[in-house]
């Protein structure tokens, strides 16, 4: 039998609201919106999942190099839509549910 160490996993935090932005184009039904997110060195190798939860769609990408996320590719989204944002890293995935908005979401309006 042999005996070892298992060193933990650091969990990563989930997706801060203070550090989104979309960018909603159009009006009503045909609007799109794009999603970012600051550089953040925990989400480094991450793939990130952009799923709106009221049209059922979304995008689906890994964060960039510095741990930054986006601009994602343009998905269906109007002004107040529930956005759910999850980040996975190899066993581990934190999501945060907001309400879209141009611009920074509220963090006290979640979904």
Same mark, same amino acid.
């Given at each position: 039998?042999?005996?070892?160490?298992?060193?933990?996993?650091? $969990?990563?935090?989930?997706?801060? @609201?203070?550090?989104? !932005?979309?960018?909603?184009?159009?009006?009503?039904?045909?609007? !799109?919106? !794009?999603?970012?997110?600051?550089?953040?060195?925990?989400?480094? *190798?991450?793939?990130?999942?952009?799923?709106?939860?009221?049209?059922?769609?979304?995008?689906?990408?890994?964060?960039?190099?510095?741990?930054?996320?986006? @601009?994602?590719? $343009?998905?269906?989204? +109007?002004?107040?839509?529930?956005? /759910?944002?999850?980040?996975?890293?190899?066993?581990?995935? /934190?999501?945060?549910?907001?309400?879209? +908005?141009?611009?920074? @979401?509220?963090?006290? *309006? $979640?979904?």
């Amino acid at each position: 039998m042999l005996a070892g160490c298992v060193t933990p996993s650091i $969990p990563i935090p989930p997706p801060d @609201p203070a550090k989104m !932005t979309f960018h909603v184009d159009g009006s009503g039904s045909a609007s !799109t919106a !794009t999603f970012s997110y600051a550089h953040d060195d925990q989400y480094v *190798d991450a793939v990130v999942f952009v799923f709106n939860r009221d049209v059922g769609q979304g995008v689906i990408q890994s964060a960039n190099a510095d741990g930054s996320i986006g @601009p994602t590719q $343009p998905f269906p989204a +109007k002004i107040g839509d529930r956005v /759910e944002v999850s980040v996975q890293r190899v066993d581990q995935t /934190e999501s945060t549910c907001v309400r879209v +908005k141009d611009g920074a @979401p509220d963090p006290f *309006d $979640p979904c």
